[in-house]
């Protein structure tokens, strides 16, 4: 209890940001180093961080353009690609915990976190429903850490209840704690396809 701040292997967390009907690897041009990576290499990718010691990863999709829409239905499809890259990640290491972040930012064509109405502002409440369903259809994928990003008000309540109604009452829910308004957020948007979507201020 009164030790110094000790900062190891074991408190690291390594992000991987997945490209869906990718063969290989991508470079991410505002992320110098950085790649997203198809199915088909993500398991020598994960082996080589299980390798080193690190016991987590938390993983970033970017879907296909045809498959987004104003509502982000998309991520409510219990076979996406990012349960099915979850699935395979805990075939192949069963010990890894696997965080995945629960917004709808990858699955809208407005690039938004939430559902829009018809004045185009997010409607909070809406989004908490399809939010909800996310996070479920992401627990029942093999997901230990849900990781909310989207900011909408009530979320952790309505997805922590969704949960423990199924029984999934192990997963647990990773805080972001407090965001910011960023320029820092640019290469992340990048990354995960969202960037060029965007209009207006999040």
């Known amino acids: 209890m009164v030790a110094e701040v000790n900062l190891s292997i074991d408190d690291l967390i ?48 970017v879907i296909e353009e045809s498959k987004k829409d104003a509502a982000g239905l998309e991520a409510l499809n219990e076979n996406n690609f990012l349960t099915q890259a979850v699935k395979q990640i805990k075939q192949a290491h069963p010990e890894l915990i696997v965080i995945v972040d629960v917004a709808l930012d990858p699955y809208t064509t407005h690039g938004h976190d939430g559902v829009l109405d018809d004045h185009g502002d997010v409607d909070n409440d809406a989004s908490l429903l399809t939010l909800k369903e996310q996070a479920l259809v992401l627990a029942k994928a093999g997901a230990d850490v849900i990781a909310p990003s989207d900011m909408m008000d009530g979320r952790i309540k309505k997805i922590r209840e969704a ?10 829910i990773l805080s972001y704690a407090i965001k910011f308004a960023s320029s820092y957020y640019g290469p992340f948007r990048d990354a995960i396809g969202s960037k060029n979507l965007l209009k207006g201020d999040k």
């Not at 949960?163 to 647990?172: A, P």
């Open 14 to 61: 390594q992000p991987i940001f997945i490209k869906e009907n990718l063969s290989g690897t991508e470079d991410i041009d505002s992320m110098p180093d950085i790649k997203r990576f198809g199915l088909d290499v993500l398991n020598k990718e994960i082996d080589e961080i299980v390798s080193l010691g690190i016991k987590a990863v938390a993983v970033f999709p």
């Open 163 to 172: 949960l423990d109604k199924e029984k999934l009452h192990d997963v647990q």
